[in-house]
């Protein structure tokens, strides 16, 4: 009985793990115009560390929809920002990103800090000027924990949050990365594999769920990995544990950020 129940789970979690599982996905690009989507983060290397299963799965979506990147600093703590701006657009070539929609900026005002806030007025405006310049329909970001509890991170919910408050008429929603505890963050894969039963679960259960998930397949896991490698000079050994052991590089749940 049990070397029949191992040869039935092992061929059912050699799929698992290869397939991608998405649920409520459309959440984040439907709506009556074509869809905008705007990744908005702190510093190079969050858009694969944090959010790479959910640019690769838009990446296949790209006559639906089209995805920006705009990115509040080059990174600049260790005096790395003129690399790491170059690393960043290395890797947004590989995740897909356009690069007539990307941008990075290196303002005073939005150093890399991982003692300071920034201000939520500033990113507000920064936000607003690329929504109403290129038309965005959705912005996506991280949420009030910041998945790693970075002040530059936090900052930026609370000035997505912010925008949405000081331009109620603009038909713009925003969605916000789901933070984790600890041990579930680094269980990678496994947290992975459970993470797709259950969508697989509600999926055949019919149930309304507020939440989006995606979750990777193998081959989507792989492009966030080589987006990641992009980044040589941030690889120091924690960051290799990290890529082999995060939740993030294997699955995003969002949130939507309602207006207040």
Known sequence: MSRFLTLLIIPVLAILFAAR??????????GPCHARVLLLTAHPDDECMFFGPTLTALKRRQGDVDVHSLCLSIGDADGLGDVRRRELGRSLDVL???SRRRRVLDRQELKDNITISWDPHTIADVVLSYVSEENITT????DEKGISSHPNHISLYHGTSLALTLDPSRNLKAYALV?????PKYLGFSSGLVAKLRGILFMLSEQEQAQVV?????SEYA????????????????????ITFSRYMWINEWLEIKRE
Do not use: C, K
């Open 21 to 30: 599982v998405e649920v409520n996905i459309s959440q984040l690009f439907s």
């Open 96 to 98: 897909g990103v356009d």
């Open 139 to 142: 912005v996506l970001t991280f």
């Open 179 to 183: 933070s984790t505890p600890v041990l």
């Open 214 to 218: 995606i979750a990777a397949s193998m």
């Open 223 to 242: 492009t966030a990995l080589r987006a990641m490698l992009q980044h040589w000079s941030q690889l120091v050994w924690f960051r290799w544990l990290y």
